[in-house]
């Protein structure tokens, strides 16, 4: 498949831009669309310079969702970069609006517009908020030294605990976006409901593949292992997969 034919519209999308021309607003529209692109230019050159493969490409209007066909044990500071590659591009592309003004090519009142709502797409997205890029982040930094399974229960609780802060203390804002905060309670739900899903996978890559990760520990089951280090299992492991006596051995 090609890599256009990947990149789809969201449907919500076009019903935002229908509203937004109705309203005047299609222009502001436009250029938050061309920051969301730029910042998703970032993730997809991230996820290219690292060989994986993208499988689609949804576009909203608040945003992108980037799903790739990759491991679950991959390792975490390429994942770490390719989720910060968005925000890398929003940066570059802060500095650029910056030089063009100072070179005189932008007048101030493009430039201050740019940078607004390049500042709003970058502070969005560092929300530890399923399933933004700040979320991403959060999660893989904790499975540097958290057993996988941990990983997602802490930060789902942050999250949800931040989502309801946000929508319980600022509701002029949740007002204002409504499509926005129902979006992420969706994908909220929906990280939750899929988290068995991803452990199971998870799991069977490490039965199934060996993945050269240099660092060890010692676990008593399987629900214990770490994304990035090689596990060695001791004593007796129970596990949906696995029932039987184990004598360290590398998972």
Request: aromatic share 16%; glycine share 4%; charged share 20%.
């Amino acid at each position: 498949m090609k890599f256009w034919n990947k990149i789809k519209v969201h449907p919500l999308s076009y019903f935002v831009i229908t509203v937004s021309l109705i309203t005047g607003f299609f222009k502001y529209l436009l250029l938050v669309s061309i920051i969301i692109i730029v910042h998703e230019c970032g993730h997809i050159t991230m996820a290219k310079y690292f060989k994986r493969q993208i499988s689609s490409i949804s576009i909203l209007p608040f945003g992108g969702l980037m799903k790739m066909d990759s491991y679950v044990s991959s390792d975490i500071f390429e994942d770490l970069l390719i989720a910060v590659g968005g925000i890398l591009f929003n940066l570059i592309l802060g500095v650029t609006v910056y030089t063009l003004f100072n070179l005189g090519i932008l007048d101030y009142e493009k430039y201050s517009l740019i940078r607004t709502y390049n500042s709003i797409v970058i502070g969005f997205n560092l929300l530890p908020i399923c399933p933004l890029d700040g979320y991403k982040i959060l999660k893989l930094l904790e499975e540097i030294i958290i057993p996988f399974k941990k990983t997602f229960i802490i930060s789902l609780i942050i999250s949800a605990f931040i989502l309801a802060f946000i929508m319980i203390y600022k509701t002029t804002i949740v007002k204002n976006n409504i499509l926005v905060f129902l979006f992420l309670i969706f994908m909220s739900v929906l990280e939750f409901k899929n988290k068995i899903y991803i452990l199971n996978k998870f799991y069977l890559e490490r039965l199934n593949h060996d993945f050269k990760f240099y660092k060890i520990a010692n676990i008593k089951n399987i629900e214990g292992m770490y994304k990035n280090r090689n596990n060695y299992l001791y004593g007796e492991c129970e596990h949906i997969f696995l029932k039987k006596r184990y004598t360290r051995e590398k998972i």
